[in-house]
C-alpha cells in the first residue's frame, strides 16, 4: 500500500486583520447545525473553528422532475458537511482554511483579499504546464472565458489579450518548495487551483498545519518581478477595501464637480446595451440631484452628461451618480426606451493616478492598471496610429445639429469615388434592429466610420461600430449582399465583388494621439486591430481637418 502522506488538501482565503475576535470573520447563516464553535490553540496559534452540518430543504426543481417523470414522493432534501479554521498569522493576516462546499457561504466576502489564491499560483504554477485559466475582457463586451489544456501549455497558447484581459483563476502543477508535501513527496509538484481562493495541500500535524499556512502567506507576499507568470497579474480589480480607494472615491467625486486636475474623464458604453446605443436617436437622463430628468442628444459628451453633479454636495456625488439612471430611446423625444435605465456610473469612464499607480473606472468598476501594462500599450498603440489612410476628407465645421454627422457624411462623398452610406442599416439575423456597414464608403472600397470626439466623446464607441461592421461583412452573408446593393444603387457603375480589406476610423474634434487615450481605450484599440487582421482586414486612421465648436466646452479627455 503507498504511504499516506502527511498532507491533506483544503481551500485557503486570506483576509486582512480587521477584528480583535476571529469569529467576526464569519456570517451568521441560516439552516446551519453546528457542531463545533469556539476558540483553539494550534501549535500555540490562535485559531477560531467551525464546524457543522447546512441542511437544504426541497430543491425548487423537484416539480419539474416529478412533472416530466411521473415520479412521485421523491425526498431530496439533504445535508452538506463544512468546518473552517480561522487562524492569525503574524498579526498581518487572517487565513481561512475550509472543507466541504458549504464553507465558503460562512465566510465575510467582502473582507477577502480576492487575489490571494491568484497571487500565489503565478508565482509558483509551472509557466510551461498551464492547465486552465479563466479570464474576462475588460471591454463592452465583457466576455468571460475558461481555456483548458488537459496536458497543460506556456502562456503563448491561451488566447489572452496583450494587456487589457483580467485573469481571475489559473490552474496547474506547482512548485511547493517549502511546504510539508514538499519534503514529504521529495519535490513532487501538485496540481493547484488558484483564484480568489487557494486549494493546495497543508500540512496533517498541528504544526505543519500553521507553518504551511504561514509559509503560503509569505510566497504570496513576495516581489511580483520574479514570478514567472507576472504578466497574467498586470490589471487588477480594485477591491471595496483597498487602501486607495478613498483616494479613488475622492479624486473621481471631484472630476464630476468640474475639477480638471483629479483625472480624466470620458463616456464608458455599458456592455448590456452596447447595441441599442448605436440605434438611439436620444438618452433619457433620470433626475440627477437637484436636475430633473433630462433628455440628451445622441453625439452627449462627458460634461453634458454630469454637468448636474456639480450642484450635488461631494460627499454624495458618487451615491447620486449610481442611484441616477441612463437610457438609450429609439425616438428623439426620449419617450421610447430601448432599455431600462441602466446606472450612470456604468456610462462614465475615468482614469486617475493615486501614489504612482493608474487606475481606471470601467463598467462602474475599478481597476488598477500595472506600470509594465500601460508602458507596453501605448508603445503598440503609438505604432498602430501611424498607419494614416491616404483618403481625404473635406473640413468638418460642427452645426451642433442633430444630424451634423450625416450631413458631413454627404459632403464627405461629394469627393469622386466617396459614397454617403450613413444611417443606411443592415439588417442580418444576428441584428435584427440593424447596424451600420459604414458611414462613407471609399473610391477604394474602403470602409470609413467617421466620428466627432473632441475631447469627451468615448472612443470605444467607433471601435465597437468597425468591429460589429467587419464580423457582419466576415460571417453573414446577407451583410455583404446588402453592402453590395447599397454600393449598386448609390453608383450603378461600381460591383463590390470581394470583402473591403481596409478599414479606416475617421475623426474630427482631436486627432490620434495617444495621450488623449485612455488606457483602457487603447487596449480597446489594439484588439480591434488584432481581430480585424485575423479577417483579413487591414485598420487606417485618418485626422479630419475641423474648426473647432463655439457653443460646447468638454470638461474631460477622450475615452
Known amino acids: 500500500m503507498p504511504r499516506a502522506l502527511p498532507t491533506g488538501a483544503a481551500t485557503v482565503y486570506r483576509l486582512p486583520v480587521t477584528h480583535e475576535n476571529l469569529s467576526d470573520y464569519l456570517k451568521k447563516v441560516e ?18 473553528v467551525l464546524a457543522g452540518v447546512r441542511s437544504s430543504g426541497e430543491p425548487n426543481w423537484i416539480r419539474h422532475l416529478t412533472e416530466a417523470s411521473g415520479l412521485e414522493n421523491l425526498d431530496l432534501a439533504g445535508s452538506s458537511p463544512f468546518a473552517l479554521i480561522v487562524v492569525e498569522i503574524d498579526d498581518e493576516w487572517v487565513c481561512a482554511v475550509t472543507w466541504g462546499a458549504s464553507s465558503r457561504f460562512m465566510l465575510d466576502e467582502l473582507l477577502l483579499d480576492d487575489d490571494f489564491g491568484l497571487n500565489f499560483g503565478i508565482r509558483r504554477i509551472d509557466p510551461d504546464k498551464v492547465r486552465t485559466i479563466r479570464s474576462n475582457l475588460l471591454d463592452v463586451s465583457a466576455r468571460g472565458m475558461e481555456v483548458s489544456f488537459p496536458s497543460g501549455s506556456s502562456l503563448s497558447g491561451f488566447p489572452l489579450e496583450p494587456a487589457g484581459e483580467l485573469v481571475t483563476g489559473i490552474e496547474g502543477p506547482a512548485d511547493l518548495s517549502g511546504l510539508t508535501y514538499h519534503t514529504a513527496t521529495d519535490g513532487k509538484t501538485w496540481h493547484i487551483t488558484a483564484g480568489r481562493a ?49 483616494d479613488l472615491e475622492n479624486q473621481l467625486a471631484a472630476a464630476l464637480g468640474g475639477d480638471d486636475q483629479s483625472g480624466q474623464l470620458g463616456v464608458c458604453w455599458p456592455s448590456s446595451a452596447i447595441r441599442e446605443i448605436g440605434q438611439a436617436q436620444s438618452f433619457l437622463s433620470s433626475r440627477v440631484g437637484p436636475t430633473s430628468a433630462r433628455v440628451l442628444e445622441p453625439g452627449f459628451e462627458i460634461h453634458e452628461l454630469v454637468k448636474p453633479l456639480a450642484a450635488v454636495d461631494a460627499s454624495r456625488r ?13 425616438d428623439e423625444l426620449g419617450a421610447e426606451p430601448l432599455t431600462r435605465p441602466i446606472s450612470m456610473i456604468k456610462w462614465v469612464a475615468f482614469q486617475t493616478v493615486v501614489k504612482d499607480k493608474t487606475y481606471a473606472l470601467h463598467q462602474g468598476k475599478w481597476y488598477e492598471i500595472g506600470e509594465g501594462a500601460v508602458a507596453r500599450v501605448r508603445e503598440q498603440v503609438r505604432a498602430l496610429l501611424e498607419n494614416k489612410s491616404s483618403l481625404t476628407f473635406p473640413v468638418w465645421v460642427p452645426t451642433g445639429k442633430r444630424d451634423d454627422e450625416h450631413q458631413f457624411a454627404r459632403k464627405v462623398a461629394k469627393q469622386a469615388g466617396y459614397l454617403c452610406m450613413d444611417r443606411g442599416l443592415a439588417y442580418t439575423p444576428m441584428h435584427l434592429r440593424g447596424f451600420e456597414i459604414a458611414d462613407v464608403f471609399g473610391p477604394g472600397n474602403e470602409i470609413v466610420h467617421m466620428k466627432w470626439l473632441g475631447r469627451a466623446t468615448a472612443a470605444s464607441h467607433l471601435y465597437t461600430q468597425a468591429q460589429v461592421s467587419a464580423w457582419a461583412q466576415y460571417f453573414e452573408p446577407q451583410a455583404m449582399q446588402q453592402l453590395r446593393d447599397k454600393v449598386r444603387a448609390l453608383d450603378s457603375t461600381r460591383d463590390v465583388a470581394d470583402r473591403p480589406t481596409v478599414v479606416v476610423l475617421a475623426i474630427a474634434g482631436r486627432t490620434w494621439d495617444v495621450d488623449t487615450l485612455f488606457a483602457l481605450s487603447q487596449v480597446s484599440l489594439l484588439r480591434l486591430s488584432h481581430e480585424l487582421r485575423g479577417l483579413g482586414i487591414e485598420l487606417q486612421f485618418a485626422d479630419i481637418p475641423f474648426t473647432a465648436k463655439t457653443k460646447r466646452k468638454s470638461a474631460g479627455n477622450a475615452a
Do not use: W
Open 31 to 48: 439552516g446551519v447545525d453546528v457542531r463545533y464553535d469556539g476558540e483553539l490553540l494550534i501549535a500555540g496559534t490562535r485559531t477560531h
Open 198 to 246: 487557494l486549494n493546495i495541500q497543508l500540512g496533517r500535524s498541528p504544526e505543519a498545519f500553521i507553518c504551511d499556512l504561514r509559509k503560503i502567506c509569505a510566497v504570496v507576499d513576495e516581489d511580483l518581478a520574479g514570478a514567472p507568470l507576472r504578466h497574467i497579474a498586470e490589471i487588477r480589480p480594485v477591491a471595496a477595501n483597498d487602501p486607495a480607494m478613498p
Open 318 to 330: 458618487i451615491e447620486v451618480l449610481r442611484k441616477a439612471g441612463l437610457a438609450p430611446c429609439e
